[in-house]
Each structure stands twice: as structure tokens, then as C-alpha cells.
């Protein structure tokens, strides 16, 4: 018997799609455009173009010629938690003048920079919520940072870029009421952690759209360089608050949380997702150790410098953000600094993006882009 | 005149709804979200601010991109209106007002809101724009499937009610006789119609894109889906036609599940007018309930939406099929 | 491992002769030649002693008196802990230097942002574009000399 063959169908033209998602879309977290191909819904092909909101922040830094100066743009680079951009940059520069900075000061550092880390990951926690069509949480979300925003702006008098800290203290004092403001937060605090968490971490639909999607390797990410949650996310225990403590984050206990791949593989979104809201109760431990630690008195511009002397040299000092590590990378001469390079972990994070999204649906792809939680100004400086 | 007049008040209904919906809407999502919503135009509550807004709407540019195709792109919200209009037709709105009484009400009222994909669809395509174009592709596939566990779970009611006429439907519903006080609803009348209403419910969700079925026009991914490029009253149309569906179904599922206008106390507050808020408070719950999902869950990707539809409501809809029909021939 | 050990150790087994440089404050660091950069380079990722496998930073730089470019990599070990500070030079009329992407994946993105703010070619990148500033933008704007071009598809930049 011959064999059948079976008649050949006509040639159907399989074309892709190339479609801008953004600079202006919903769910880009700012102006960045994603040259997305798509086959149907599926993405074959994912290119990040940025560069919409390039500041020119290394440029200025270098042009201001004075250490003091660069610190208000430093709050531009990432604004949403622009105290640790902030902080990065006075360590670095502490560490290049080799100064010595009270124990008030560095107290309240940590203080804040926990405080901007909470308020950072509530909205990195609600737009990702956004992103999957849930917008309840993140107004939930944004009640808890509006608290947070509160007690910054009594210490520092403004809401977003704080410009508070300065090489070697602090601008001015700390409010008299600044500890008891942030005990009522971190006790008001608690229990709404498992209030987001019954409205969206347990959620099945969420679960169904997070679990397994955008997976990172662990060897992936760090052949990436990836830091902060999204290196947590995919099962390494890196934090450098830990591992390479700066600042005065050696004496505190605290837990890293890191993806187990509860929900699916470790290192998808909800891995990613969960370590940035487990995140958030550590950082409250922190806080409360630092309340109870912080001596009560102290001129916090004690170690100020009048004048900056500049020394030649470098550093590469890196901290960690909500996002990851936030290098900076100084050049000094004596006349002042040479090259300043801020290595933000938004920058680092995005390139990723490419790696984990081929083959994912339209709404994967918002769902990565959500979990990575960039901030544009980080990523254009 | 008088048949005018007639064919007018589902109209004045549709119209005056949508603009009391949306405000319900806002202020459901603010409550839910912790915060008062719009609370300044016209005085209490913001009772105003949809009005605000329609004339607002009104006033504005009417763009159409230039590669659209003009026609398609200029009809599509009408055609999506006037198709749920229509529909409107065969719905009792009470024991003395029904648009159109006719015997085969339920089978015209399914055909009709088909129409209601074509006309996303028309609107997505003419648009010439690739969000629209996905948005339009998710609502054809979406839609399609969702029509039949729709239809099957309309079918179950059928088969225990025995008519296609709505009015006779919600007819032989009045009254108190179930275990000596529960209403004569046919969702008591049948433990499988309970199934059979959960399925209807999942469904008309989804067939009125809400979420977490609202992919055809899910914001954070297609920016608008299918209306991304209408703007103006047009815009407007596919607002008031998405809430005149919303209604249209959970009135539907009032008329096939709940007793339609019939008085939950049996013969008392009974009578053409009660039986109108009886019809439109049924429908009006569950609305809400759609709304009150809305504000709190997230969406279903497209590929899960299909598999929950195809895998798990046509399957259970028709095994449930089955059994109705097997405990009517018993019982 | 400090700077020292790791120069001598590769010294030692791999026959260099490389010295660290000392500043008078922050950090030391290693220069190496643009011909041996990416030899050095996997030797630092792959050496089970060095095992170098996180690249946190690359930044070019221009250094002007000298009429040089330089590409700064910071390196740093999650295994062994340790970290180091490599750099590389090149005259400026020729600003070439081996990529070390199909090394580490990060530098994809970072030599990107070199090429396009400060100038220099990264021989064996996939994909060398401008990354921040527009294609057809004129100039590296990090360089030292940079002007500013007056207007950008006839839009004027402001000065």
C-alpha cells in the first residue's frame, strides 16, 4: 500500500508585529519604550530604548566642581527613593575625605533610608498590582506611603527630593517629635503588611499571573550583575546591608529574604514580588533596633566640613537601594571631583528585561517589566 | 405618537441609569479604596459629576486618525448601542410594561447582544491602530467562547421554565410556595439552576468585559484596547453602551433566576410599580456586585481567561445541562 | 583577596607584569594593556581562585591632560568575597577596546552608555548603538572637549 501523504496546506503567511510600547503607555513606570514584536500576542522580541529622561546628572556633577553641590541632583537620579541616592553618595564621598560621622547621624540615616525603602517598595509593591489590573492595592498602598511621606517631610520639609543629607551630617536637626512619629508608623504599619497580603499576594488570579513568568536563573543574574529583589528574587542571598555592611547596618538583626519558588519557579514575579513585601518587615526590625539604639543628643552638623578639602584618588562605594545597588564611582582631583559615575541598579535590572521575556504573552511582559520595578530616572540619570 | 413614547422610555431608562451607574461607580471604587470620590459638583455627593462630565464630553474634538476608515470607525459605537437597545425591547420591566412581548424573547435578546462583538470588533479594526487591533482580537475570542456557557446556562432555565417568552417567564414566577415561604424563583425551584446561575454570572462578567475578565480594553496593557483611538462623545457611547450591557445582562439573569419583577413577599408590595423596583433593584445588585469585583481583583491573562471558559465552564454547564433536565423528568 | 595578592598571584601563575597604582585616597587599582584585556579579563572570571563572576560597574572616562580615554571595570567575587579595580587606556585618535560582554552579560548595556557618552569603540559588541542620548546625536558629551551642537533636527538646544 502506498503511504499517505497527506495534502500540503496552502502557505499561510505568518507575519509578526512590531508594536512601541510606550513612551507613553499605562504601564511603562515612566517614559521608557519597549520595541516589542509580537507573533499574535506572543513576544518574539523585546528591545528597551531609553535615554527619554537623561538628565545629564554625571555631566552636571562633574561641571558643579564641588562635592557639596552634586548632592540635590543626586535625589534626581532615582525619586522615588531618592534618600538613598542621597546616601550612597555621601558614604562614597565620606569614604574618599575619609571622614568620621557622629553615631546621631548615622542613626538617622538608617532610620530614613528604612523609612524611604518601605515607602519605595509600597509603590513598587502598588504599581505592580496596577499593572495586573488591580488598582485597590495600590491606593492602599499609597495610604501607608503618604505616612511615610509625612514624617520625611517634617524631618527634611520636602515630600519627594529631600536633599537632607550632606557629607559628613545632616542639614539641619532632627524634629523633637521625630521618634514618636515613627514608632505610631511602624506599629500602624504591621498589620497592614498582612492586609496587602490577603488582597493580593494570596490571591489566586494574582498568583496565576505572576507564578512562573519571567523566570531568572540565579547564574543569569548575576552574569547580569542583577542586585537588590531581583537578585533576591531568584534564590541568592545577597544584600550588601549584610554582606558588605556600610554605614552602621552591621549591628542590627534583620533577615534577607530571598525567592523560594513557592508559588512556582523560583525567580519569577512572585518571587520577586514577595521578597520586596517581606522586605518590608525587616526593614520595620531594623527601624525599631535603630529607635532604641539612637542616642537622644548630638549636633548632627558636628562633622560637617566647612569647606571640602578634595584629595586625588577614587572610590567605588555601593549601597543598597530598594532596587539594588546604587554604585558611585568618583574620580577626585584636588580641585574638586573629576568624574562622578552613578551605576544605578534600575539601569542594570532593565538590561535583563530582553532575556527573560521572549516567548511570554503581551500581559507577561507588563507583569516582568512591573516585577523588575525600574525607575526611569535611575535608568536615564 | 404613543408607540414613540413607548419604544422612548427603555431610552430615557438606558440614558438616566448610565449616568446614575457611573457615579455608583466612582463612588463604590472610592469607598472601596478608602477615600470619598467625587464629592463637589451639584452639591451632595457629587450627584452631579457624571452630568459634568457627559457635557464635557460633548464639547470635545471628535478626532478620527487619519488612516481609519472613516465609516466603520464613525458607526461602531452606534451600531453597539443600538444593539443593547434593542435588546432592551424584550425585557419585562414590569407586569404592565414589557417593549415587545414576544415568544421568542429569549432567542431574539441572545442574537441581539452578538451583535455587540461585531461592533468592538468594527471599532477595533477601522481604528488602524495595533492596540486596538489586539484589543479587538481578544474581545472576538473572548466574547465567541463566553457566548456559550451564556447560552447553555440560559438553555437550563429554559428547560425548567418552558417558555421563551421573558414576560411568561417572569409570570409564573410570583407568588410564595417554595417550602411554604420561599419566592417561586426558579433559582429555588432547581438545586442545578444555583450551578447554572453561578456559570450565567461568571459569564455575563466576562461578556461585559469587566474584570477580571475586562481584557478586550485591559488599560495597563493595550492602553484602551479597542476604543484607544476614540475620544469625544464617541468615546462617551462606548461608555454608556458598556454600562447599558451591564445592565441588560444582570437584568437578564433578574428575569431567568431571581423572578424578574415578582415581589419577594409574595402579593404584598406587589403591583406594576413595585414590580418595576423590584426588576431594577434585582438588576441594580448585581451590577454592584460587578463593580465591587471590579475594585478588587486583578485580570486574567487572555490565555487563562480561554481555559477557564473552554475547560471549565462549557464542560460543568453542560454536564449541568444534563442534570437539570434529568431532576425536571424526575420531579 | 586584597589588590596586591591578586596582581602577584597572577603574576605568579600567569607570567604578567602587572603593578598596582596607588592613589593618595580610595581605592588602588591594576591598569592593563587593550591587547591582553580580554585574556586578563577571563582569567579574572574563570581562575578558581578569583572567580570573579560579578562585574558591578564599567565606566569610561576621558582623561584630558593625558589625551587618553580609559575604560574603568569593577569587579567583585560573590564567591571568594573580594573585589578589584581594572583599568584600560587608550589614545584618544583611536579609541578602541576588546568588549568583555560574551564575559559578563551586564557589560552589554554599560559599554553602550560608553561608546555613546564618552567615545570609545568596544571591539566584538553586538550591538554598539548610542543607548542615552539620541543616534544622530553629534559628540560624546562626557568627553572634557564636548560642545554642545547648537540645534538637534533643527530644534535649538537652549544655547
Given at each position: 500500500m502506498a503511504p499517505v501523504t497527506s495534502p500540503q496546506p496552502a502557505a499561510i503567511e505568518n507575519r509578526t508585529m512590531t508594536i512601541n510600547m510606550?513612551?507613553?503607555?499605562?504601564?511603562?513606570?515612566?517614559v521608557l519604550r519597549l520595541e516589542v514584536t509580537v507573533d499574535g500576542e506572543v513576544v518574539t522580541k523585546v528591545k528597551p530604548d531609553i535615554g527619554?529622561?537623561?538628565?545629564?546628572f554625571e555631566k552636571y556633577a562633574e561641571s558643579l566642581?564641588?562635592?557639596?553641590?552634586v548632592v540635590p541632583y543626586t535625589d534626581r537620579i532615582d525619586y522615588v527613593s531618592a534618600l538613598h541616592q542621597e546616601m550612597g553618595y555621601v558614604i562614597a564621598v565620606e569614604k574618599l575625605l575619609e571622614l568620621e560621622v557622629p553615631e546621631r547621624v548615622e542613626y538617622m540615616r538608617v532610620i530614613l533610608a528604612e523609612l524611604q525603602r518601605i515607602a519605595s517598595h509600597l509603590l513598587g509593591i502598588g504599581t505592580f498590582g496596577l499593572d495586573l489590573g488591580a488598582f485597590t492595592p495600590f491606593l492602599y498602598c499609597f495610604i501607608e506611603r503618604e505616612n511615610i511621606l509625612r514624617i520625611l517631610e517634617k524631618v527634611?520639609?520636602?515630600?519627594?527630593?529631600?536633599?537632607?543629607?550632606?557629607?559628613?551630617?545632616?542639614?539641619r536637626d532632627i524634629p523633637t517629635d521625630f521618634t514618636s512619629d515613627t514608632w505610631e508608623f511602624v506599629t500602624s504599619f504591621r498589620p497592614k503588611i498582612k492586609e496587602l497580603n490577603d488582597l493580593l499576594t494570596t490571591n489566586s488570579i494574582f498568583i496565576d499571573r505572576t507564578a512562573n513568568i519571567g523566570v531568572l536563573p540565579a547564574e543569569v543574574a548575576l552574569n547580569y550583575s542583577a542586585s537588590g529583589p531581583m537578585l533576591r528574587g531568584?534564590?541568592?542571598?545577597?544584600?550588601l546591608r549584610k554582606n558588605?555592611?556600610?554605614?552602621?547596618?552591621?549591628r542590627f538583626e534583620f533577615n534577607v529574604p530571598v525567592g523560594?519558588?513557592?508559588?512556582?519557579?523560583?525567580?519569577d514575579c512572585w518571587d520577586r514580588y514577595i521578597v520586596r513585601v517581606r522586605e518590608m518587615e525587616e526593614s520595620l526590625k531594623i527601624i525599631e533596633q535603630a529607635l532604641d539604639q539612637?542616642?537622644?543628643?548630638?549636633?548632627?552638623?558636628?562633622?560637617?566640613?566647612?569647606?571640602i578639602r578634595s584629595k586625588e584618588g577614587e572610590v567605588y562605594v555601593r549601597t543598597e537601594t530598594p532596587r539594588g545597588e546604587l554604585g558611585y564611582y568618583i574620580i577626585s582631583e584636588k580641585s574638586g571631583p573629576y568624574r562622578i559615575k552613578a551605576r544605578t541598579p534600575s539601569f542594570v535590572n532593565l538590561s535583563i528585561l530582553p532575556a527573560i521575556s521572549k516567548g511570554a504573552l503581551v500581559a507577561d511582559l507588563v507583569a516582568i517589566v512591573g516585577s523588575i520595578d525600574i525607575v526611569l530616572g535611575g535608568v536615564d540619570r | 405618537m404613543a408607540l414613540l413614547i413607548f419604544a422612548t422610555l427603555p431610552l430615557l431608562l438606558i440614558v438616566g441609569y448610565a449616568l446614575f451607574a457611573i457615579w455608583l461607580e466612582r463612588k463604590v471604587s472610592a469607598h472601596i479604596q478608602d477615600r470619598l470620590g467625587p464629592?463637589?459638583?451639584?452639591?451632595?455627593?457629587?450627584?452631579?459629576q457624571t452630568i459634568a462630565d457627559m457635557l464635557k464630553l460633548i464639547q470635545k474634538e471628535d478626532i478620527i486618525p487619519t488612516n481609519a476608515s472613516r465609516f466603520l470607525f464613525k458607526s461602531a459605537p452606534f451600531v453597539l448601542f443600538a444593539a443593547s437597545y434593542a435588546a432592551?425591547?424584550?425585557?419585562?420591566?414590569?407586569?404592565?410594561?414589557?417593549g415587545s412581548s414576544i415568544n421568542i424573547g429569549v432567542f431574539y435578546l441572545l442574537a441581539v447582544t452578538s451583535l455587540l462583538t461585531l461592533s468592538v470588533i468594527m471599532g477595533a479594526w477601522a481604528s488602524n491602530n495595533k492596540w486596538s487591533l489586539l484589543g479587538g482580537m481578544r474581545t472576538a475570542a473572548q466574547m465567541v467562547s463566553y457566548e456559550v456557557p451564556t447560552i447553555m446556562s440560559v438553555l437550563s432555565v429554559l428547560v425548567v421554565?418552558?417558555?421563551?417568552?421573558l414576560m411568561t417567564i417572569s409570570e409564573m414566577q410570583t407568588g410564595n410556595d417554595i417550602l411554604g415561604f420561599?419566592?417561586?424563583?426558579l433559582i429555588f425551584q432547581n438545586p442545578f439552576l444555583i450551578v447554572a446561575f453561578i456559570i450565567f454570572f461568571i459569564s455575563i462578567v466576562a461578556e461585559s468585559h469587566?474584570?477580571?475578565?475586562?481584557?478586550?480594553?485591559?488599560e495597563s496593557e493595550?492602553?484602551?484596547?479597542?476604543?484607544?483611538?476614540y475620544s469625544g462623545m464617541r468615546w462617551g457611547i462606548f461608555m454608556l453602551a458598556e454600562y447599558a450591557d451591564m445592565l441588560l445582562l444582570s437584568l437578564l439573569g433578574a428575569v431567568l433566576f431571581?423572578?424578574?419583577?415578582?415581589?419577594?413577599?409574595?402579593?404584598?408590595?406587589?403591583g406594576p410599580v413595585w414590580g418595576f423596583i423590584w426588576f431594577m433593584l434585582k438588576g441594580l445588585l448585581f451590577v454592584f456586585v460587578m463593580m465591587w469585583m471590579r475594585w478588587t481583583l486583578p485580570r486574567y491573562r487572555v490565555d487563562q481567561l480561554m481555559e477557564i471558559c473552554w475547560t471549565i465552564l462549557i464542560p460543568v454547564s453542560f454536564i449541568n445541562f444534563v442534570l437539570i433536565a434529568l431532576w425536571e423528568m424526575t420531579f | 583577596m586584597t589588590t596586591e595578592e591578586i596582581t602577584e598571584y597572577l603574576n605568579r601563575e600567569y607570567g604578567g607584569n602587572l603593578d598596582p597604582t596607588y592613589a593618595e585616597a580610595g581605592d588602588s587599582w591594576i591598569t592593563v594593556s587593550p591587547s591582553v584585556l580580554r585574556e586578563v579579563a577571563k582569567t579574572l572570571r574563570d581562575d578558581k581562585n578569583l572567580q570573579?563572576?560579578?562585574?558591578?560597574c564599567l565606566s569610561g572616562i576621558h582623561y584630558q591632560k593625558e589625551n587618553e580615554l580609559g575604560v574603568a571595570y569593577h569587579l567583585h567575587s560573590t564567591i571568594h568575597d573580594h573585589k578589584l579595580v581594572m583599568k584600560v587606556r587608550v589614545p584618544e585618535d583611536n579609541p578602541v577596546v576588546p568588549s568583555v560582554e560574551s564575559l559578563w552579560k551586564t557589560a552589554n548595556w554599560h559599554e553602550r552608555e560608553a561608546y555613546d557618552l564618552v567615545g570609545i569603540t568596544f571591539r566584538g559588541h553586538p550591538g554598539l548603538l548610542r543607548i542615552l542620548?539620541?543616534?544622530?546625536?553629534?559628540?560624546?558629551?562626557?568627553?572634557?572637549d564636548y560642545e554642545q551642537q547648537e540645534s538637534y533636527r533643527n530644534v535649538s538646544t537652549g544655547i
Open positions: 510606550g513612551p507613553q503607555h499605562p504601564s511603562t513606570h515612566g527619554y529622561l537623561h538628565r545629564c566642581g564641588d562635592y557639596a553641590k527634611s520639609g520636602a515630600r519627594l527630593l529631600y536633599n537632607y543629607l550632606c557629607v559628613g551630617g545632616l542639614m531568584s534564590g541568592v542571598s545577597w544584600d558588605d555592611p556600610y554605614s552602621i547596618y552591621d523560594q519558588g513557592e508559588m512556582g519557579t523560583v525567580g539612637m542616642p537622644g543628643e548630638g549636633d548632627v552638623k558636628e562633622a560637617v566640613p566647612r569647606r | 464629592m463637589r459638583v451639584g452639591g451632595w455627593h457629587g450627584w452631579a432592551f425591547s424584550v425585557i419585562p420591566f414590569s407586569s404592565a410594561y414589557i421554565a418552558g417558555s421563551l417568552n420561599l419566592p417561586n424563583w469587566r474584570v477580571p475578565f475586562d481584557l478586550p480594553e485591559s493595550l492602553v484602551a484596547g479597542f476604543q484607544t483611538e431571581f423572578g424578574g419583577w415578582a415581589s419577594p413577599f409574595g402579593s404584598y408590595l406587589s | 570573579f563572576n560579578n562585574l558591578m542620548t539620541p543616534q544622530d546625536w553629534e559628540g560624546h558629551p562626557l568627553r572634557k
